[in-house]
C-alpha cells in the first residue's frame, strides 16, 4: 500500500531550526510531486510549495517563498521541509501530498500524509 | 496571491444536495481546467474527492460532483448523508503553484 509517513511532532522555540520529513512507501520516487500544505490552528489549508524528487525541481507559493526549504533525497524516497528561524507564527500542522506525475503529470494531489504538528513557543 | 473565495459554512438535511462555490480569478480557478476539492473530517488529513474540475477518483461517491464557470468552481453534493460533515476546499492551479479556498464547513442537520 502507497503512503506517506510524515516524521513525528515536534516543539521548538523561537529562533530555533527545524527540518520534517516525508517518507513515500510502496511508490517509485521518480514518479511523482510533494507538495506540503500547512494548516494553522483553527484555519484552513495553505499551499507552500512542491518538489520533484526527479530532477529537484521545486517550486515555492509567493507567501513562503524565503521562509521555508523544500528538498528531497532520493536515496531514501524522503521529502523535507524546514526552516531555519521558527516563528511563533510557525505553529501549525504540516501535510506532505503526492502529485503524481506517471504518466502525465497530474494537476492535484491524490494522497496525503497524515500530518506533522509543529509547535513553536518559548 | 490570495486565498480563493468560499463560504464560511453551509447546511443541509439529510437526503437534500447542497452546492459550495468557489471564487477565483482569471489566473488562477478562470484560467485552467484544474480545480480539485478535498475533504477533512476533524483530526483527519485531506481527502481527495474531485479533480480536474469534474472528475472522481476511484472509491469516491457518485454523490459529489464538480462544475466551472468563468472564474466561479463548484461542488454539488446529492443525496446528503451523516458522514458528509465535514470540512471541504477548492484548490486551483494557478501557473507556477496551486491555491486553496478559505475551506467551507458543511453541517448536515
Known amino acids: 500500500e502507497v503512503q506517506l509517513v510524515q516524521s513525528g511532532a515536534e516543539v521548538r522555540q523561537p529562533g530555533e531550526s527545524l527540518k520534517i520529513s516525508c517518507k513515500v512507501s510502496?511508490?517509485?520516487?521518480?514518479?511523482?510531486?510533494i507538495g506540503w500544505v500547512r494548516q494553522m490552528p483553527g484555519k484552513g489549508l495553505e499551499w507552500m510549495g512542491i518538489?520533484?524528487?526527479?530532477?529537484?525541481?521545486?517550486r515555492y507559493s509567493p507567501s513562503f517563498q524565503g521562509r521555508v526549504t523544500i528538498s528531497a533525497d532520493r536515496s531514501i524516497s524522503t521529502a523535507y521541509l524546514q526552516w531555519n528561524s521558527l516563528k511563533a507564527s510557525d505553529t501549525a500542522i504540516y501535510y506532505c501530498?503526492?502529485?503524481?506525475?506517471?504518466?502525465?503529470?497530474?494537476?492535484?494531489?491524490?494522497?496525503w500524509g497524515r500530518g506533522t504538528l509543529v509547535t513553536v513557543s518559548s | 496571491q490570495s486565498a480563493l473565495t468560499q463560504p464560511a459554512s453551509v447546511s443541509g438535511s439529510p437526503g437534500q444536495s447542497i452546492t459550495i462555490s468557489c471564487t477565483g480569478t482569471?489566473?488562477?480557478?478562470?484560467?485552467?481546467?484544474?480545480v480539485s476539492w478535498y475533504q477533512q473530517h476533524p483530526g483527519q488529513a485531506p481527502k481527495l474527492i474531485i479533480f480536474?474540475?469534474?472528475k472522481r477518483p476511484s472509491g469516491v461517491s457518485s454523490r459529489f460532483s464538480g462544475s466551472k464557470s468563468d472564474n466561479t468552481a463548484s461542488l454539488t453534493i446529492s443525496g446528503l448523508q451523516a458522514e458528509d460533515e465535514a470540512d471541504y476546499y477548492c484548490?486551483?492551479?494557478?501557473?507556477?503553484?496551486?491555491?486553496f479556498g478559505g475551506g467551507t464547513k458543511l453541517t448536515v442537520l
Open positions: 480536474d474540475i469534474i
Open positions: 510502496d511508490y517509485s520516487f521518480g514518479d511523482l510531486w
Open positions: 484548490c486551483s492551479y494557478a501557473g507556477s503553484w496551486w491555491v
Open positions: 482569471s489566473s488562477d480557478v478562470g484560467g485552467y481546467y484544474y
Open positions: 501530498a503526492r502529485r503524481p506525475d506517471n504518466p502525465v503529470p497530474a494537476i492535484y494531489f491524490d494522497l
Open positions: 518538489i520533484y524528487p526527479g530532477d529537484s525541481d521545486t
